[in-house]
């Protein structure tokens, strides 16, 4: 059986059979459910490195432990 995916507007995704859906599509529409086609793809973006190029972020510095005695 074929399945379609819908979205709702809140972006809420659910799946049903497609003879569920194709005889009901105005009530889908009606009720804010629309087909689902899928993530857009992300745009990837480029960090450009300004400054100096030598420069290096400073290393953490270690953390001194202390021990509670018992009394």
């Given at each position: 059986?074929?399945?379609?995916?819908?979205?709702?507007?809140?972006?809420?995704?659910?799946?049903?059979?497609?003879?569920q859906y194709e005889p009901n599509e105005k009530i889908w529409a009606e009720r804010g459910?629309?087909?689902?086609?899928?993530?857009?793809?992300?745009v990837e973006t480029k960090i450009e490195a300004s400054g100096d190029p030598e420069w290096q972020p400073e290393a953490p510095k270690p953390k001194k432990k202390s021990k509670k005695k018992a009394k």
């Open positions: 059986m074929e399945t379609v995916k819908l979205i709702s507007k809140k972006g809420d995704i659910i799946e049903r059979l497609k003879i459910w629309s087909i689902y086609e899928g993530k857009p793809k992300p």
